[in-house]
Every structure is written in structure tokens, then in C-alpha cells.
């Protein structure tokens, strides 16, 4: 696992490298506030590389808060990492200003040569809330502006790219606005803002979404903090919906949930010969927040059941009460 002893670590992506190393790509903030709450605001993208997914070495931060007046100058927040074909390595990130008291999200994009060393592409953001579909920043509906976790991965017909984006939609009840933002690239850096791929069912906001497939099954994987009574008495944090394609859409509606002690918004890798493994990050737990990324945790897809912990993993809950 990846814990810090001065940091909280929470939301986390990843890439691959051309010598099998994996890079996590991860928020960070100081112990030193103490109140974990506080750390939204502080957040910086940590960096740390393994060979196995489990031990890391803790490198130089990708990025930072920029300098201000700037959009992104009070916090950096959860995106995704991939190689162009100009084999220059893509990060897309959600940043939040001072100026609006982090209250308005939006999305940027920073370029590396080696996924170490990552520059700003210029100096606004690349994709923002388009009013014809989504909510803006309306407090008597939702205490902020959604517009963060880009996910973007490639067009399966070879039409450029995608973006999946937590988002909101502009009607319907304020608890349960929560869909999949879309929008579309032909080159990684001129994006066009699309209708979201999801309909409202239930969900105040569906973060940190990512595209897997399968066994041949295209699935969303998102996680939750905000879910109506319509999905029960105590409903899971992490969702997993079949789809018809990569590119969606997606009935969230029939969205399955995976079971766990306190992940939160977790990752789908595929770890060569031993399948899918499933990475997040240790919520709260007894009512401490923890703020570490776990152990991968080998899962299954199984239609009609869900995504559900491979017998491989049987002792996963169990050390993860245990704090082990």
C-alpha cells in the first residue's frame, strides 16, 4: 500500500511506462491540518512509482497549485494520465481558484516527455461546463460546480478521444442531478463539450468514472458519497454499469454496486496474467478518515452479479479492518 506519514492520500490514476514501472498518480495534502476536511483545498498531485503495485517510491510532485491570479491557483485535483501519438505523455486535471473559493470546477491539461517532469499546456483550462446541458454553480441546488475527474481514453473506431466528466445535469431533483459528462477530442487538445452519457437516476454527483472492458464487457466504474433513498437504506460507494460500447451511453439506473469496508474512488488496472486488480484509497473507517491507497485487490465481472472480489482475495476485508 502506499501510506504517507505526513500526507493524506486519497483519489489516485495511473500509468504504465515503456519499462513496466507503474506510476501513481495521487492527491496529497499535509497531515498538518488535522482536520481532514480541509485538505480538498490543499491538494497537490503526488507522484510515487512501483514495479508490482505495491511498494512504492515516493517521487518529486507532478503538479502543483499555480501561481496566482490563475484557475487552477488554489488546488489540483483528480484526472488521468495517457501517451499521444506524438509519445508525449497527457496528464488532464480538474483545478479550482481562489477567486471563486474553489467553488467552480474546471479542466486543464499538463504534457511530460518522461512522467516525471510536467508542464501547464497554457495558461486557462481546456474543458468547461457548457450551460446547455449541465448545472453551473448554483448553491441553492448543490454546494458547488461539478466539473472534475476527466477520464480520457481512446475512440475504439479510431475517432479521436473521450472525456468522461463528473458532472451535473441542469434539471431535476437537486439530490439527484448526477451524470456523466462527455465531451470530445480529434487532437488531446481542442475539446468539444457534448450531452452527458447518462441520465439522472438517483445519484447527487458520480465521481472519479473510468472505461474498462471486460472479458468483452465495456463497463463504467464510478464511486459515490450522494445516493437517494431510491437505492436503499445504505447503499454502496462504488458502482459498476455495463454498456453497449465504450462510448456509452450508459444506463446508471442498472448500475451494480461492489461491496467494500471503505474504498473510495478506486481504479480498474490490468495486471498481465493475473487480471483485474482494483486500487483506491481507504476512506473512513470507525469514523477516522485513513488516507491511504490500498493493496491492489484482484476482482471479477460476472454478468448479472457485478464486480466482485476474485476467491484469489479472499482475506481483503479482513486486513483492511485490521489496518494491516
Not at 185 to 193: H, K, R
Not at 212 to 233: E, R, Y
Not at 278 to 290: T, V
Request: proline share 8%; glycine share 10%.
Amino acid at each position: 500500500m502506499l501510506r504517507l506519514s505526513d500526507h493524506w492520500v486519497w483519489d489516485s490514476w495511473y500509468a504504465r511506462d515503456d519499462a513496466g514501472q507503474w506510476h501513481a498518480f495521487f492527491l496529497r495534502a499535509s497531515r498538518a491540518l488535522l482536520d481532514p476536511h480541509r485538505r480538498h483545498h490543499r491538494a497537490t498531485i503526488g507522484h510515487a512509482v512501483s514495479t508490482d503495485l505495491r511498494d512504492w517510491r515516493l517521487v518529486a510532485d507532478a503538479l502543483v497549485p499555480a501561481d496566482g491570479p490563475a484557475w487552477d491557483d488554489l488546488a489540483t485535483w483528480t484526472g488521468s494520465t495517457l501517451r499521444g501519438p506524438d509519445g508525449r505523455w497527457y496528464m488532464y486535471y480538474t483545478g479550482v481558484s481562489r477567486a471563486e473559493q474553489g467553488l467552480v470546477q474546471r479542466i486543464g491539461l499538463a504534457v511530460s516527455d518522461d512522467l516525471i517532469t510536467w508542464h501547464r499546456h497554457g495558461t486557462g483550462p481546456l474543458v468547461e461546463a457548457d450551460p446547455t446541458w449541465y448545472e453551473l454553480l448554483d448553491r441553492d441546488a448543490w454546494y458547488e460546480q461539478a466539473w472534475r475527474d476527466p477520464w480520457v481514453y481512446a475512440d475504439p473506431a479510431g475517432n479521436g478521444w473521450h472525456m468522461l466528466i463528473t458532472a451535473r445535469a441542469r434539471d431535476g431533483a437537486a439530490d439527484s442531478r448526477g451524470v456523466i459528462g462527455h465531451a470530445t477530442s480529434d487532437d488531446l487538445i481542442t475539446w468539444q463539450v457534448r450531452p452527458p452519457v447518462s441520465a439522472p437516476a438517483g445519484f447527487g454527483h458520480l465521481e472519479v468514472p473510468q472505461v474498462v472492458v471486460i472479458d468483452g464487457q465495456p463497463l463504467l466504474l464510478f464511486c459515490t458519497n450522494s445516493v437517494t433513498a431510491a437505492h436503499g437504506p445504505d447503499p454502496a460507494k462504488i458502482w459498476v454499469a455495463p454498456g453497449p460500447g465504450t462510448t456509452g451511453p450508459w444506463d446508471v439506473a442498472a448500475a451494480q454496486p461492489f461491496a467494500h469496508p471503505s474504498l473510495y474512488a478506486p481504479r480498474l488496472l490490468p495486471v498481465g496474467a493475473d487480471g483485474w486488480q482494483l486500487i483506491g484509497f481507504r476512506d473512513h473507517e470507525d469514523g477516522q478518515f485513513i488516507g491511504e491507497l490500498t493493496d491492489p485487490i484482484p476482482v471479477r465481472y460476472e454478468a448479472g452479479v457485478g464486480l466482485t472480489a476474485s476467491p484469489t482475495a479472499p482475506h481483503v476485508r479482513d486486513e483492511l479492518l485490521a489496518g494491516r
